[in-house]
């Protein structure tokens, strides 16, 4: 079993900064990928980023490229999303998730809200 909790969320005025935390624990191994999901209202969950847990290789889709940037610190036992430039459309709930080698992102935080005013 796989536990996440994330922090950091807040608000934040347009063009600001925020760094979301997900400390991690349980069952992980080198093969797990730590995915950064968000759900604004009334869309649909997405991901945003991806970082692998041992090899720390990224992935971020078009909408947060350039702007956001995953990492983890295996010595913590954290993930983090450092949000630069946000702005109104990154408002919504962030969570961080985790998925073994081999299928979907099983394991999932509570969630943390990121709201960005303009």
């Known amino acids: 079993q796989v536990r996440l909790v994330e922090s950091g969320g807040g608000l934040v005025q347009a063009g600001g900064s925020l760094r979301l935390s997900c400390a991690v624990s349980?069952?992980?191994?080198?093969?797990?990928?730590m995915g950064w999901f968000r759900q604004a209202p009334g869309k649909e969950r997405e991901l945003v980023a991806s970082?692998?847990?041992?090899?720390?290789?990224?992935w971020y889709s078009g909408s947060v490229k350039g702007r956001f940037t995953a990492s983890r610190d295996l010595a913590k036992n954290t993930v983090y999303l450092q949000m630069n430039s946000l702005n109104a459309e990154d408002t919504a709930v962030y969570y961080c998730?985790?998925?073994?080698?081999?299928?979907?992102?099983?394991?999932w935080g509570q969630g943390t809200q990121v709201t960005v005013s303009s």
């Open positions: 349980g069952r992980t191994n080198s093969g797990f990928t």
């Open positions: 998730a985790a998925r073994s080698a081999v299928g979907a992102y099983g394991y």
């Open positions: 970082v692998g847990w041992s090899t720390g290789t990224t």
